[in-house]
């Protein structure tokens, strides 16, 4: 069976401060270990009040401090908001301290809006358009250091952190697939172009010194409980978070609601079932069949996994859940194999 990972955006619930949502944060990485998942991702966003993982790379030495063998990374790392030289030096530095544990995804958007880009980066002179360009950078500032080289990532040269690609488009397909790196899409936020985005890096893969064959991945929401229709109701949380952020009035992770009628226009519900198209939302039989059939679809090498949830347990439960349906998948495969 595919390796299972979690995308953590470390939400900030209503009511509640960033440090609880790095406490859950740490808690929720903890029990990922326990129930076998593959890595765990957290993602740089910047000026959102419900997302506190604006500082990535603090925070994914936060999970790696409070766990023991899984892999932690950025999924991603927004490379035009940074100088590739110190994401290396960050990512060094990680390496340096957990060993054979740091992924480096690295995403071309700025993670937020133009105005706080633009208070990040002071200008967006070069932004994503030499984004190619600087993955090749950041590659050399990893390389072993040349005879002669005056300047180098200390601590990063020489050291082996995997870097992937992440995209919600065709443009970081092709890239990947050209510089022969893993790939990561986000069909979680953003369903239109994942089936062409992975015939398009498949087709178009060059064997690299980082990878001899195509590896993609896919994000999937998934909101798991005992019922179809508690699913459902920790699933609103999300929903409201997504019309929220369209409305302009991005705010903390709010609480789930009974119903959602009343809360959007048609429109507003249009827009956000289009957007999580791919979201597993029910009881362990429903995001069994959910989770098989999105595998089954796309042939992904790996499924990172994400649910912004209200409630710190209903989320443990969620994963824990998805854990369990992992392992019967597994089981299933295996025995269709030995059939």
Partial sequence: MIPFSVLDLSPITLGNSAADAFRNTADLARHAENWGYQRYWLAEHHNMPGIASAATA???GHVAAATQRIRVG???IMLPNHAPLVIAEQFGTLESLFPGRIDLGLGRAPGTDQRTARALRRN???SDDTFPQDVAELQAWFAPVQPGQSVRAVPGAGLNVPIWLLGSSLFSAQLAAEMGLPFAFAS??????LMRALDLYRANFKPSAALQKPYVMAGLNVFAAATDQEARFLFTSLQQQFINLRRGTPGPLPPPRQSMDGYWSPMEQQMVEHSLAYAVVGAPATVEQGLADFIAA???DEV????QIYD???RLRSFEIVAAVRDRLAMAEGAAMAR
């Avoid at 979680?188 to 172009?193: L, T």
């Avoid at 990172?304 to 649910?307: D, L």
């Fill in 58 to 60: 603090v925070v994914i």
């Fill in 188 to 193: 979680h936020f953003a369903p239109d172009y």
């Fill in 74 to 76: 950025s999924g991603g």
């Fill in 312 to 314: 710190h347990q209903a």
């Fill in 304 to 307: 990172i996994v994400t649910g």
């Fill in 124 to 126: 967006l002179l070069g």
């Fill in 298 to 300: 796309t042939q992904i």
